[in-house]
Nanobody, 121 residues
Framework: QVQLVESGGGLVQAGGSLRLSCAAS????????MGWYRQAPGKQRELVAA???????NYADFVKGQFTISRDNAKKTISLQMDSLKPEDTAVYYC???????????????WGQGTQVTVSS
C-alpha cells in the first residue's frame, strides 16, 4: 500500500509565504513524476507544478516565478515553496505521485488527502 501525506498548509496574509511538503511511504518500488495540484471551491482541480525524477520541472502559468517545486528522491519527498501569495491562491493543495508498487510491479496514480491553504487579503 502506498501513502502520500501532505503538511504545511495554513492561513497566511497576502504577500506571505508557505511551504508545503509531501512524503511518500509504503510498498514503493519507484516514483516517477510527482506534483502538486490545487482545487478551489467550485472549481476543477488544476496542476500547480510537477517534477520528474531527474529534476525537470513544469509549472502552471499562473505560478511561474511565484512557486518553486523541489524533490528529494532519497527521502521520497517533494516540497512546494509558495511566495507572494494572493487570495486567489486559496485552495486545497494535493500531492500527486506516479508510483510503481513492488508488490504488483504496476504503476498507479496516487493522491494525498490534501492540505488547506488560505490567503487573506
Amino acid at each position: 500500500q502506498v501513502q502520500l501525506v501532505e503538511s504545511g498548509g495554513g492561513l497566511v496574509q497576502a504577500g506571505g509565504s508557505l511551504r508545503l511538503s509531501c512524503a511518500a511511504s509504503g510498498t514503493i518500488f519507484s516514483i516517477n513524476r510527482m506534483g502538486w495540484y490545487r482545487q478551489a471551491p467550485g472549481k476543477q482541480r488544476e496542476l500547480v507544478a510537477a517534477i520528474t525524477t531527474s529534476g525537470s520541472t513544469n509549472y502552471a502559468d499562473f505560478v511561474k516565478g511565484q512557486f518553486t517545486i523541489s524533490r528529494d528522491n532519497a527521502k521520497k519527498t517533494i516540497s512546494l515553496q509558495m511566495d507572494s501569495l494572493k487570495p486567489e491562491d486559496t485552495a486545497v493543495y494535493y500531492c500527486n505521485a506516479d508510483i510503481v508498487d513492488w508488490r504488483t510491479t504496476r504503476r498507479s496514480d496516487n493522491w494525498g488527502q490534501g492540505t488547506q491553504v488560505t490567503v487573506s487579503s
